[in-house]
Nanobody, 124 residues
Framework: QVQLVESGGGLVQTGGSLRLSCAASGRTFSNYAMGWFRQAPGKEREFVAAINYRGGSTSYSTSVKGRFTISRDNAKNTVYLQMNSLKSEDTAVYYC?????????????????WGQGTQVTVSS
């Protein structure tokens, strides 16, 4: 089992940037594919970005492609989400998730482990 803790959320103005971090513990982090999801008030949780175990393959939702970048540092057991050009519609609780397998995964049901989430609020 792996434990995930997100950090880095906060309040930012439209057009600003934030970097989220997700620290993992409990198992060999480099064996896990990782993903970021978000849930806005009154909406279902949705896929944001995903990365394979080595960091060589990534996937993004259409709404964040070109603005967000997912990366990982296996030596630090951490996955990151760099968010640039933030918009009000990016306001949500952001969750990281882990799956003990190869590949890049974009569905919530693909992931067995989840963090508690970190709030991102973008003000206009």
């Amino acid at each position: 089992q792996v434990q995930l803790v997100e950090s880095g959320g906060g309040l930012v103005q439209t057009g600003g940037s934030l970097r989220l971090s997700c620290a993992a513990s409990g198992r060999t982090f480099s064996n896990y594919a990782m993903g970021w999801f978000r849930q806005a008030p009154g909406k279902e949780r949705e896929f944001v970005a995903a990365i394979n175990y080595r960091g060589g393959s990534t996937s993004y939702s259409t709404s964040v492609k070109g603005r967000f970048t997912i990366s990982r540092d296996n030596a630090k057991n951490t996955v990151y989400l760099q968010m640039n050009s933030l918009k009000s519609e990016d306001t949500a609780v952001y969750y990281c998730a882990a799956r003990a397998t190869l590949g890049v995964w974009t569905s919530q049901s693909d992931y067995a482990y989840w963090g508690q989430g970190t709030q991102v609020t973008v003000s206009s």
